[in-house]
């Protein structure tokens, strides 16, 4: 495959969002986590590219998109829908979307704005029933702004990888699976780096989903009619104990699970995510 073609659209306050495109096929719109762009699914293109064309998007602040003047977690929603809306009149037809963790939750929130969706697919991500599981310590985000500001990006990004590595051992992954994936997210530290003002921004949201517009809303949830696929591992509590009223909500909505991956299949098994997403949007078709 060539590498892919970037392309540009207008979110709704006028930020500039960019979007990578490559493969054949159906559209599919990527939407990566709270920490990198589009370079968080390098591992999971290859196995999509023969079938699906996929537009993995910079959210904004991240890679090659731009950003606003003030942040709010709804213009990344606007965002997302302004990606589906362009490459569904590019394509001519309705777009899958696939999102992980907090591009998850934004592609969730996406789906109420726009009407070219034609499936939701969240590995994840999704507003929490349980937000209390998503806190982070005041302290923490303090000392993130500090080193953000002080210039300290690849110590903070060293940081986060360490970080990610010990909670995944917390919840039981093998030292193989630490160690890959901590290379893993070493393969994603350029993306990192150019991400890392935007991280604690995000995980403040996340850690006030308590209050709107991130926390789950069953009429909300009510709202979006699309198939809907959610991917869960029961090896990660917070997002398996409390998926339940997010797919009692949702109107068409069907459960796969994976097996240990940690929250980490993209990049630890994305032969098995690809196979999972490819099976259920080729039943929507």
Same mark, same amino acid.
């Given at each position: 495959?060539n590498?892919? =073609?970037? *392309?540009r659209?207008?979110?709704?306050?006028?930020?500039?969002?960019?979007y /990578?495109?490559?493969?054949?096929?159906?559209?599919? #719109?990527?939407?990566?986590?709270?920490?990198?762009?589009?370079?968080?699914?390098?591992?999971?293109?290859?196995? %999509?590219?023969?079938?699906?064309?996929?537009h993995?998007?910079?959210?904004?602040?991240?890679? !090659?998109?731009? +950003?606003?003047?003030?942040?709010?977690i &709804?213009?990344?929603?606007?965002? #997302?829908?302004?990606?589906?809306?362009?490459? =569904? &009149? !590019?394509?001519g037809?309705r777009?899958?979307?696939?999102? *992980?963790?907090?591009?998850g939750?934004?592609?969730?929130?996406? =789906?109420?704005?726009?009407?070219?969706?034609?499936?939701?697919? %969240?590995?994840?991500?999704?507003?929490?029933?349980?937000?209390?599981?998503?806190?982070?310590?005041p &302290?923490?985000?303090?000392?993130?702004?500090?080193?953000?500001?002080a210039?300290?990006?690849?110590?903070f990004?060293?940081? /986060?990888?360490?970080g990610?590595?010990?909670?995944?051992?917390? %919840?039981?992954?093998s030292?193989?699976?630490?160690?890959e994936?901590? !290379?893993?997210?070493?393969?994603?530290k350029?993306?990192?780096?150019?991400?890392?003002?935007?991280?604690?921004?995000?995980?403040?949201?996340?850690?006030?989903?308590?209050?709107?517009?991130? =926390?789950?809303?069953?009429?909300?949830?009510? &709202?979006?009619?699309v198939?809907?696929?959610l991917?869960?591992?029961?090896?990660?509590?917070?997002?398996?104990?409390? #998926?339940?009223?997010?797919?009692?909500?949702?109107? +068409?909505?069907?459960?796969?699970?994976?097996?240990?991956q940690? *929250?980490?299949?993209?990049? %630890?098994?994305?032969?098995?995510?690809a196979? +999972?997403?490819?099976?259920?949007?080729g039943?929507?078709?």
């Amino acid at each position: 495959m060539n590498a892919p =073609a970037v *392309h540009r659209t207008v979110s709704a306050d006028g930020t500039e969002i960019a979007y /990578f495109t490559s493969g054949a096929g159906p559209p599919l #719109v990527l939407v990566p986590g709270g920490a990198t762009d589009h370079r968080h699914w390098d591992r999971l293109r290859p196995h %999509l590219e023969p079938q699906v064309t996929v537009h993995a998007m910079d959210p904004r602040g991240r890679g !090659a998109s731009g +950003d606003g003047p003030e942040y709010d977690i &709804e213009r990344e929603y606007e965002d #997302v829908a302004a990606v589906i809306d362009a490459v =569904a &009149e !590019a394509s001519g037809s309705r777009v899958a979307v696939y999102g *992980h963790s907090g591009g998850g939750a934004c592609a969730y929130g996406a =789906a109420r704005l726009t009407s070219n969706l034609d499936a939701l697919v %969240l590995y994840e991500g999704w507003p929490p029933p349980n937000p209390e599981y998503f806190d982070w310590s005041p &302290e923490l985000l303090e000392r993130m702004d500090q080193a953000v500001a002080a210039g300290q990006r690849e110590a903070f990004a060293d940081e /986060f990888i360490a970080g990610m590595a010990d909670h995944v051992a917390s %919840l039981g992954a093998s030292q193989q699976q630490s160690d890959e994936i901590r !290379a893993w997210y070493e393969e994603l530290k350029p993306a990192m780096l150019d991400s890392i003002d935007t991280v604690p921004r995000t995980l403040r949201v996340w850690s006030s989903a308590d209050s709107d517009p991130l =926390a789950f809303d069953p009429e909300h949830a009510a &709202e979006i009619g699309v198939p809907t696929l959610l991917q869960v591992d029961p090896a990660v509590p917070y997002w398996s104990s409390n #998926v339940d009223p997010v797919v009692e909500a949702l109107p +068409d909505a069907r459960l796969s699970w994976f097996d240990r991956q940690y *929250h980490h299949a993209v990049g %630890l098994s994305p032969q098995t995510v690809a196979d +999972d997403l490819l099976a259920f949007l080729g039943e929507q078709r």
